[in-house]
């Protein structure tokens, strides 16, 4: 399994941009990043997804350099309703490595007004 | 709604005894997985089925079992209580095909609380 690395936590302000950078240097070929939010006593919730170079969707970047040996979540101009724990995962899951099934520790941002 | 569904949301039992959690799955997923999360820690991942059969296995204790039945929702059995299996349980789904890697979709949770 690609093990992932992220900090624990970030401190950011409202209108700012974050950006959560997620180290995986044992990736494998067929695996994907896939990136979910956690509010308190709820169920993680789906970010974004990449495999290689830049994926945008309407709440996120995803940023992953040629090596793939990293990924960094973009979160642009935060909210206060950003405050969550941001998991990093990566792995296949259809048949192959199950990583993108561990979810870890996270990094739990905390944005202030 | 995530379209998720987790019974009973809350649940109060003492130590030794034994309960039933229960997971439907969105409408057309054939994955469900099962997540532990006690306070303030993060996500264990506790077993996997697909179709009815059992795909992963993750930190899953000798006392919990889980099944998935034909129409496919799933049950989580955990059985001789312990103070410590205070958690939040999480069920999860995914489609049975996607390009890239399976995205899971969350239930609200069930709270069991062991006194």
């Known amino acids: 399994l690609a093990k992932t690395t992220q900090p624990i936590s970030m401190d950011s302000y409202e209108g700012q941009e974050v950006n959560i950078t997620c180290s995986h240097n044992?990736?494998?070929?067929?695996?994907?990043i896939t990136w979910y939010q956690q509010f308190p006593s709820q169920g993680p919730r789906f970010i974004i997804q990449?495999?290689?170079t830049k994926v945008t969707n309407e709440v996120a970047s995803l940023f992953i350099p040629a090596d793939r040996k990293s990924s960094t979540l973009s979160l642009p101009r935060v909210s206060l309703s950003d405050t969550a724990v941001y998991y990093c995962?990566?792995?296949?899951?259809?048949?192959?490595?199950?990583?993108?099934?561990?979810f870890g520790k996270g990094t739990k941002l905390s944005v202030k007004p | 709604d995530s379209g998720v569904t987790q019974t009973p949301k809350h649940l109060i039992t003492a130590t030794g005894q034994r309960v039933t959690l229960r997971c439907s799955p969105r409408?057309?997923?054939?994955?469900v997985y099962w997540y532990q999360q006690s306070l303030d820690q993060g996500l264990q991942f506790l077993i996997q089925?697909?179709?009815?059969?059992?795909?992963a296995k993750g930190n899953i204790l000798e006392r919990f079992s889980a099944q998935q039945f034909p129409d496919l929702h799933s049950e989580l059995n955990l059985s001789s209580l312990e103070l410590g299996d205070s958690a939040l349980y999480f069920c999860?789904?995914?489609?049975?095909?996607?390009?890239?890697?399976?995205?899971?979709?969350f239930g609200a949770g069930s709270r069991l609380t062991v006194l």
């Open positions: 999860a789904s995914s489609p049975p095909v996607s390009s890239g890697a399976n995205v899971l979709t």
């Open positions: 044992n990736i494998a070929t067929n695996d994907y």
């Open positions: 990449g495999y290689k």
């Open positions: 995962l990566v792995g296949e899951g259809y048949g192959g490595s199950q990583g993108n099934l561990i």
């Open positions: 409408s057309g997923d054939l994955s």
């Open positions: 089925y697909y179709n009815g059969e059992e795909r």
